[in-house]
Structures are given as structure tokens and as C-alpha cells.
T-cell receptor, first 114, second 115 residues
């Protein structure tokens, strides 16, 4: 089974801090994704990456950046955290770029910005 | 562009009753469609997917979904609900063979099962 591991289940930070969320997958998947999940809004795509050192903006990239220095690791960075970034963050991976490939999700990081 | 509408943010059924969760999609090209389930404090798990083979797709835990092009629908059903089915369910769409794009998710339907 594919294992997608997010480094923290719960995280509390203060406004203005730089926040790093880490995600690692163990199945040599090409694609990795970061979503945020908010009640009533479903999942919204922040950034995704089809290859090492490559990134593409999703639907809500403002206030976020990403890093993919190694194939198995995809980091989400909140440059200067704000209270409206309090949310559940989900990382996912898929084997290839083909649209029929399912995504495999981590258990999520619940981030609170105070 | 692709989009998904899930009708009903919350559905409640009795244990043993039919489960029907509705999903309608919009796509300019033949789509691929997915249903995911999320149990409390967990990530999403794939239930089933439609990728232009059989229109009736069977998934895990007794769920199935039927792709109806004329109705642009991909509703999820299960003949008999179990307490363990209580979770949030997400429908998602992506471009089919004509493109490589990320999934677009619906807003989710929370399923409650009453004993």
C-alpha cells in the first residue's frame, strides 16, 4: 500500500510565523499535491508538482509556496502565517500524470494560527 | 473547465436502508470520475473510479456508482447502510484521456447512519 506521511497531525503557530508542513510518500510517485479542507468548501488545491523542482499553482496559491527538492518529499510553506490560514491541510500523491490515476492521501495536518 | 456538484451537504439514513449520494459533473471533455470517503480524523480513501470502461463501477465496502452521460451524473449507492459507513464522501472529476489535470472535488456530503 502507498503510504503518504504528513509530519504533524496538529500544529499551533502564531500570526507572522513562517510555517513548514512536510509530506513524504514511499511509492516513487511522480505527482504530489497540497489541499486545504474547510467545512462547507470541500478540498481546494493549493499547489501541485509533477516532478522534482517543478511546481504549479492550484486554485488558491496566495500566501503559500512549495518546495520539492526530492521526489518523495513535498513541502508546503506559509511565508507569514495569518489567522485565515487556520485549516486542515491534506497532502496527496499519484503514480503518474495520467488522469485515471487515483490520489493517495495522508491523514492531514490540522493547523491553527493564533 | 471541470466542476462537481454534490446535492445535499448532509444525508441521514437508517441502518439497513439504501444509501444514495448524488453527484453531478460538468466537463467539456469526457471525464474521469472518482468517489472518495473520509472517516473522522483521517485522510481520503478511494472508494471507486470511472475511467471510461463499464458504466457501472463497483467499489470497496459494497458501494457502487453508475456513470450516466445523458444526465451528467455519477451517483453513489449502497443497498444497505451500516453504522461504519458514517463518514464524509467526496465526488471528484478530472479530464479524461484528453488531458492530465488535477482532480476537482465537490464540497462533500456527510452521511449519518441512525441505529
Amino acid at each position: 500500500d502507498v503510504k503518504v506521511t504528513q509530519s504533524s497531525r496538529y500544529l499551533v503557530k502564531r500570526t507572522g510565523e513562517k510555517v513548514f508542513l512536510e509530506c513524504v510518500q514511499d511509492m516513487d510517485h511522480e505527482n504530489m499535491f497540497w489541499y486545504r479542507q474547510d467545512p462547507g468548501l470541500g478540498l481546494r488545491l493549493i499547489y501541485f508538482s509533477y516532478d522534482v523542482k517543478m511546481k504549479e499553482k492550484g486554485d488558491i496559491p496566495e500566501g503559500y509556496s512549495v518546495s520539492r527538492e526530492k521526489k518523495e518529499r513535498f513541502s508546503l510553506i506559509l511565508e507569514s502565517a495569518s489567522t485565515n490560514q487556520t485549516s486542515m491541510y491534506l497532502c496527496a500523491s499519484s503514480r503518474t500524470r495520467a488522469s485515471n490515476q487515483p490520489q493517495h492521501f495522508g491523514d492531514g495536518t490540522r493547523l491553527s494560527i493564533l | 473547465a471541470q466542476s462537481v456538484t454534490q446535492l445535499g451537504s448532509h444525508v441521514s439514513v437508517s441502518e439497513g436502508a439504501l444509501v444514495l449520494l448524488r453527484c453531478n459533473y460538468s466537463s467539456s471533455v469526457p471525464p474521469y470520475l472518482f468517489w472518495y470517503v473520509q472517516y473522522p480524523n483521517q485522510g481520503l480513501q478511494l472508494l471507486l473510479k470511472y475511467t471510461s470502461a463499464a458504466t457501472l463501477v463497483k467499489g470497496i465496502n459494497g458501494f457502487e456508482a453508475e456513470f450516466k452521460k445523458s444526465e451528467t451524473s455519477f451517483h453513489l449507492t449502497k443497498p444497505s447502510a451500516h453504522m461504519s459507513d458514517a463518514a464524509e464522501y467526496f465526488c471528484a472529476v478530472t479530464k479524461g484521456p484528453s488531458g492530465n489535470t488535477p482532480l476537482v472535488f465537490g464540497k462533500g456530503t456527510r452521511l449519518s447512519v441512525i441505529a
